[in-house]
């Protein structure tokens, strides 16, 4: 395998800017003013994952670790660099968005699916296995507003685990509120087919990270830190310093 | 390149449903709105109308049902699809597709329903002996402007709506001067001849004339009316998919 093959997410001096709107801007005010105050979210940011990598991203809060999140996505665009990725990106963080809740179960499942980037025939073909993953299939027929919020994420997890990825986004550790399934979705994260695959996740807890992981990003004010092995004195250095009254082996 | 296409379609045509589907859901009367509308519409302003008309326009009830059928296709996509970024922001978050699938879903779902309308505004129209097979490369010039037209307004305002949500006002409220800025209830052979460079302006109004032409056989546009007409729809559109295209990439800082 050449070295283009090999690599699954490549960025490239990523930089993010927001523009802070303490109030929605209008469009004479636009012109009046001029610019609006801004804020960079994420600077510099150089970053290679090879494909069946696993990487814990930690770091305080409002560092920019889900806006790195989201721009490996494709949900929004540097504002300066590139983001090149291989595979098909799948991203857990809003795992009940998009649901119409006026539709049936079956409905949104394909229309999910499709946005998620499953073919038509490949939802019909995984319907029965969606709904079973889910454990909904009392309710496949009734509308989305009469699920509980716990249904809504089962439903989620199902159709994104079925859209078969390449390269899994996942915001903080996951819960459903519902233990047994919670127990589900972790061994399928950790079943020998989603090891092989490309894995980012935001963690807030150093243990899970330690868990999950061989490779660790600590973000600090929209900038990459640390970017190396667990094992590494200087992320240990963090983790003691910042993560003080947890026990670190 | 193929594959990307094809569900490009696939999508579409999946938010096409839903938006028919979420639509209709706990109506009794379902599909039939679609037709009741337009006709309550005729019904009064032809009413009133024909009270101020000094030449009255030849099959004047078919001449306003066309004009609001054809106008509340433009009206109501106009209305729906420029908030639908905002609306549908959790879409957004979730996951990276071609964002004018959320706009176009609207459009296209708006369409099928004025196509069905317009199917059944046929069956009385082939009673009244204007049609000829003549009138199809107008009628298909007509829907073909119509749709282009809409589709590049609409992804403007989309666009723009995500940072500036006046754009929404700004829209209800020129509609509903654009309503009568366009040769719906009058026709312009009522106009004065020296202020019809005014409706050059108004693409709207050759697509009109094209539908009225082709069905009812009124005057067709004339050659300065289109060719102006066609030069405005082309560069709204045209811009329209610039600054969707160009915006599209950040919606999500700012819903």
Same mark, same amino acid.
């Given at each position: 395998m050449n070295r283009q093959q090999s690599i699954a997410i490549q960025l490239t001096n990523?930089?993010?800017?927001?523009?802070? /709107? /303490?109030?929605?801007?209008?469009? +004479?005010?636009k012109f009046v003013k001029g610019r609006n105050e801004?804020?960079?979210?994420?600077?510099? %940011?150089?970053?290679?994952?090879?494909?069946?990598?696993?990487?814990?991203?930690?770091?305080?809060?409002?560092?920019?670790?889900?806006?790195?999140?989201?721009?490996?996505?494709? %949900?929004?665009?540097?504002?300066?660099?590139?983001? /090149?990725?291989?595979?098909? +990106?799948v991203s857990l963080i809003d795992l009940e968005a998009g649901f119409h809740p006026d539709l049936t179960g079956i409905q949104n499942i394909f229309l999910s699916g499709l946005l998620l980037g499953i073919k038509r025939d490949s939802i019909i073909k995984n319907l029965?296995?969606?709904?079973?993953?889910?454990? %909904?299939?009392?309710f496949i027929d009734v509308p989305v507003f009469t699920y509980s919020?716990? $249904?809504?994420?089962?439903?989620?997890?199902?159709?994104?685990?079925?859209?078969?990825p390449d390269i899994l986004l996942l915001d903080e550790g996951l819960s459903f509120g519902d233990e047994n399934f919670?127990?589900?979705?972790?061994?399928?994260?950790?079943?020998?087919?989603?090891?092989?695959?490309?894995? $980012? *996740?935001?963690?807030?807890?150093?243990?899970?990270?330690?868990e999950q992981c061989s490779r660790a990003i600590i973000i600090k004010k929209g900038a990459i830190v640390f970017d190396g092995e667990l094992k590494n004195g200087t992320y240990k250095k963090y983790i003691k310093t910042t993560h003080a009254n947890q026990t670190f082996k | 390149m193929k594959e990307s296409i094809t569900h490009f379609w696939e999508l579409l045509w999946g938010m096409t449903e839903k938006e028919l589907r979420a639509r209709y859901k706990y109506t009794v009367f379902g599909f039939l709105?679609? %037709?009741?509308?337009?006709?309550?519409? *005729?019904?009064?302003?032809?009413?009133?109308?024909?009270?101020? *008309?000094?030449?009255?326009?030849? /099959?004047?009830?078919?001449?306003?049902?066309?004009g609001l059928l054809v106008w509340n296709f433009f009206s109501l996509s106009l209305t729906k699809a420029t908030p639908c970024i905002v609306f549908e922001r959790s879409l957004i978050k979730k996951a990276y597709f071609p964002r004018a699938i959320i706009p176009l879903s609207i459009i296209l779902s708006n369409f099928i329903h004025f196509a069905l309308a317009f199917l059944l505004f046929f069956v009385p129209i082939l009673f009244l002996g204007t049609l000829s097979w003549g009138t199809i490369p107008y009628l298909i010039g007509a829907t073909g402007f119509l749709l282009l037209f809409t589709t590049g307004l609409s992804l403007f305002t989309c666009a723009l709506n995500v940072r500036f949500r006046d754009v929404n006002f700004f829209v209800q409220a020129i509609l509903l001067l654009w309503f009568y800025a366009s040769p719906i209830v009058y026709s312009l052979s009522q106009m004065p001849r020296d202020l019809l460079w005014l409706w050059r302006f108004n693409p709207i109004t050759s697509i009109l004339q094209l539908f009225q032409h082709a069905l009812l056989g009124a005057p067709a546009p004339g050659p300065a009316m289109l060719a102006s007409n066609i030069t405005v729809m082309c560069i709204i559109t045209t811009l329209g998919i610039l600054v969707?295209?160009?915006?599209?990439?950040?919606?999500?800082?700012?819903?």
């Open positions: 990523v930089n993010k800017k927001y523009e802070i /709107h /303490h109030e929605k801007p209008t469009l +004479v005010e801004t804020f960079w979210a994420l600077r510099d %940011i150089n970053l290679t994952v090879k494909k069946g990598e696993r990487v814990g991203v930690i770091g305080p809060n409002g560092s920019g670790k889900t806006t790195l999140l989201k721009i490996i996505a494709g %949900i929004t665009s540097p504002t300066i660099g590139a983001v /090149h990725s291989n595979g098909k +990106v029965h296995s969606i709904i079973d993953y889910a454990d %909904i299939k009392q919020s716990g $249904m809504k994420l089962r439903l989620g997890f199902s159709i994104a685990v079925h859209s078969h919670t127990i589900k979705a972790r061994q399928t994260l950790g079943s020998s087919e989603y090891r092989k695959k490309t894995t $980012m *996740m935001v963690y807030h807890e150093p243990k899970q990270l330690r | 709105w679609l %037709i009741a509308n337009p006709i309550l519409q *005729m019904l009064i302003i032809g009413f009133v109308f024909t009270f101020f *008309m000094k030449e009255p326009v030849e /099959h004047y009830y078919y001449f306003l049902f066309i969707f295209r160009d915006e599209s990439r950040t919606f999500d800082d700012w819903v």
